[in-house]
């Protein structure tokens, strides 16, 4: 039987965005070499596999936000960039803290190799964003969080040149792995309802159009 730990999730903010950069890194240090490949949803073929895949199922029309917004990100290419041991899903659900104390990452399912800098967008997207349900749902983007969190990650592990000058277009990459994996999985979370992108996590976080602050 496990043992049941003290803590709980976290609230997001500047505090809790530095405790989470530092230990991320050092999990970005850890050494990964000859490590086997496990498929994983920020491993570097996954977006545009998984394109392929919805757009087979639903058609063209269905899929046409998402594809556009593929194609957008030009030539961004995670294979390129910096590889390491990933979480790939980090948000406050899946860490344990003590106030502002980290205790412990959670849910590792989706642990594998892949680019560093696409794991620390995934975490922007979990540690950096307040979501606001009225008048609709959205998230809005707090740069005081993003500013802690970039700093105590890059205090232990350095962006290099390369990864600094793509980190807009890595966090709309994995805000757009989120939909598709969505619109792959969408008959099992929303059975009998149509597809529907724009309600999913790249829209309503406005992707599209947001830059991150230049650190």
């Not at 405790?19 to 000859?34: E, K, M, N, S, T």
């Not at 149509?194 to 976080?205: A, I």
Request: hydrophobic share 40%; with cysteine; proline share 7%.
């Amino acid at each position: 039987m496990l043992e049941r730990l003290a803590g709980g999730a976290p609230v997001i903010g500047p505090a809790v965005s530095r405790a989470i950069g530092a230990q991320l890194a050092r999990l970005h240090l850890v050494p990964a070499d000859g490590l086997p490949p496990k498929p994983h949803w920020i491993e570097d073929v996954y977006l545009q596999r998984a394109l392929g895949e919805v757009r087979e199922r639903a058609g063209d029309a269905a899929t046409a936000g998402p594809r556009g917004a593929f194609d957008a990100l030009g030539d961004f290419d995670p294979a390129r960039l910096p590889h390491s041991l990933v979480h790939g899903d980090l948000d406050p659900s899946n860490c344990l803290f003590e106030g502002d104390g980290l205790v412990a990452f959670l849910d590792w399912q989706d642990v594998g190799v892949g680019a560093s800098l696409l794991d620390f967008a995934m975490t922007i997207l979990g540690f950096c964003f307040h979501e606001v349900v009225e008048p609709e749902w959205r998230g809005t983007f707090d740069p005081d969080a993003y500013a802690a969190l970039y700093a105590s990650y890059s205090a232990l592990r350095t962006f290099t040149e390369d990864e600094r000058a793509q980190m807009d277009a890595a966090l709309r990459y994995v805000g757009l792995t989120q939909p598709v994996w969505s619109l792959l999985h969408w008959d099992m979370y929303n059975p009998g309802e149509p597809l529907d992108e724009t309600r999913t996590l790249y829209c309503r976080y406005g992707l599209h159009t947001l830059n991150v602050p230049a650190s």
